[in-house]
């Protein structure tokens, strides 16, 4: 029988290769840029020594980031993950949109890391998004605390699904990257299969009165810099 952490399943993977999947895509997940570009080969021979389930849809993001210009992958990025709502990186934004609700969510996710004394924010990487950003999660989950990491995404498993069916649709060559933390993870549960389906069919919840959007991705500080602001 599986072991299991808390309600949730053990991971199948060992830590060490865990952490070296998680690690990997949430830098191929971040904006690509020449620090980016200059990690990549090291990136490659951590995900040479993964699964082949969690390795090769890595490899194929890697292999992207390392052919093409970085001026289009820029492009790319931002066209991408900043202009669709259904591709945003943010967990909570799928299943609370634009509501109170989130609120209380991103302050879950504040007080989960401040349990192991990680504070988003605390590096100039981390200081410009919000702490349910997939790339904050993997990264916590693969260098700080692998328990409460793969707790967190367990517990926002829909989301990852959903980022991922979203970005399969789209043809982005980034959801290699959203499959390989897929095949970390246990199976899709029942209920999370039918979250999926209400959420691709209605969407995140409605905007309440007088809330200043938590999850719009061209809000967050770091998009307004690469974009020019607001859209």
Do not use: I
Not at 32 to 40: G, K, N, S
Not at 50 to 56: F, I, N
Not at 149 to 173: C, M, Q, Y
């Amino acid at each position: 029988m599986r072991r299991r952490v808390g309600r949730h399943p053990a991971p199948a993977l060992d830590e060490q290769l865990l952490s070296a999947a998680w690690q990997s895509a949430s830098l191929v997940l971040g904006y690509p840029d020449e620090e980016l570009l200059a990690d990549l080969p090291l990136v490659r021979r951590a995900v040479d020594a993964l699964p082949a389930a969690v390795g090769a849809p890595l490899d194929r993001v890697v292999g992207h980031l390392t052919t093409t210009p970085l001026a289009a992958l820029q492009a790319d990025y931002v066209e991408t993950f900043d202009s669709r709502r259904r591709c945003n990186l943010y967990l909570t934004y799928f299943t609370h949109g634009d509501t109170r609700k989130r609120g209380l969510a991103l302050l879950r996710f504040k007080q989960t890391y401040l349990r192991s004394g990680f504070v988003v924010g605390a590096t100039p990487a981390e200081g410009a998004e919000l702490p349910d950003h997939l790339c904050v999660v993997l990264e916590y989950g693969a260098t700080v605390d692998q328990r409460l990491g793969w707790k967190l995404l367990l517990d926002h498993r829909a989301s990852v699904e959903l980022l991922r069916l979203s970005l399969r649709n789209a043809g982005s060559p980034w959801v290699g990257a959203v499959e390989a933390v897929c095949a970390t993870l246990p199976p899709v549960r029942t209920e999370d299969e039918e979250l999926v389906r209400r959420l691709v069919a209605e969407g995140p919840p409605a905007e309440e009165v007088g809330l200043t959007p938590y999850g719009e991705p061209t809000l967050d500080p770091q998009v307004a810099a690469r974009t020019g602001g607001p859209r």
